[in-house]
């Protein structure tokens, strides 16, 4: 009997539904993420009322509902590598490549699986945000935006894209590194660490920050245009290509290494 893609697809949600830990994940990234946006907007009152004529003429009400994909990022990067390493952890994958030799099927299915739930879970997540930011600016009567507003509606939507390109990475991470705590302190210091460092960068290395999580890929998020990164889907389009080459390693090693 050939195993279809369809029912590896199939297998890899029931595995990944029965995991407490995924709906535990799936609760911290919009109780976290909430909780940011509104903590965010709610004190956006004494910023706004100190801020000076140009920081007022700058100020984006969109990018600071959005505030909350600094945390959602990692989070949702949780449940991509999860998807992979909680079966090295627990042995099952052994079981999971026999039952489907083809390795790339089955890396595969995890990766749609991971996308698809970062893609609807992202996006309902920066909807959420969105609208409660600025809910909470508006009963501040500090200057907010709609959703039809020029810009808005982009960004809004590009912030889902982002925690989708970030779960698509940390698939890979999973696959490459075979263990939660490497897979995830790699993803901590390429989210967090590298743009922190990136002052210590030398000139021909700046050039990389246009396109990475955390820097230029999260220029995204502004309405206001930024102009160290003038061109924020282009940043994120070289962002989704860092994901893809760190996923194609991934695909090549898992065919290549015993399990």
Avoid at 66 to 88: D, F, H, K, P, R
């Amino acid at each position: 009997m050939t195993v279809t893609f369809a029912s590896t697809l199939r297998a890899e949600w029931i595995k990944l539904r029965s995991l407490r830990s995924s709906w535990y994940t799936l609760a911290c990234l919009f109780a976290v993420g909430l909780g940011i946006a509104v903590l965010s907007t709610s004190s956006a009152g004494g910023q706004y009322a100190t801020a000076t004529l140009e920081e007022r003429q700058s100020w984006d009400p969109t990018k600071l509902s959005l505030m909350s994909y600094i945390v959602a990022q990692l989070v949702i990067g949780v449940l991509g590598i999860l998807i992979v390493t909680s079966e090295y952890a627990t042995g099952l994958m052994r079981t999971s490549v026999t039952a489907t030799p083809r390795r790339h099927r089955l890396l595969a299915a995890k990766l749609v699986l991971a996308a698809a739930i970062a893609v609807v879970a992202g996006q309902v997540l920066m909807f959420a945000a969105f609208f409660t930011g600025q809910a909470l600016m508006a009963a501040q009567h500090l200057p907010h935006t709609a959703i039809g507003d020029p810009g808005v509606l982009p960004a809004v939507a590009g912030g889902g894209l982002y925690l989708t390109a970030i779960a698509v990475f940390a698939v890979g991470l999973g696959t490459i590194m075979r263990a939660t705590a490497g897979a995830l302190a790699t993803l901590v210091g390429v989210v967090f660490l590298v743009p922190a460092l990136s002052g210590l960068f030398p000139s021909w290395l700046a050039g990389v920050l246009d396109f990475w999580p955390s820097a230029g890929g999260a220029a995204i998020f502004s309405v206001v245009p930024d102009p160290d990164y003038p061109h924020p889907w282009l940043n994120l389009g070289g962002m989704c290509l860092g994901a893809v080459a760190v996923l194609a390693a991934a695909f090549v090693l898992f065919r290549r290494r015993d399990v």
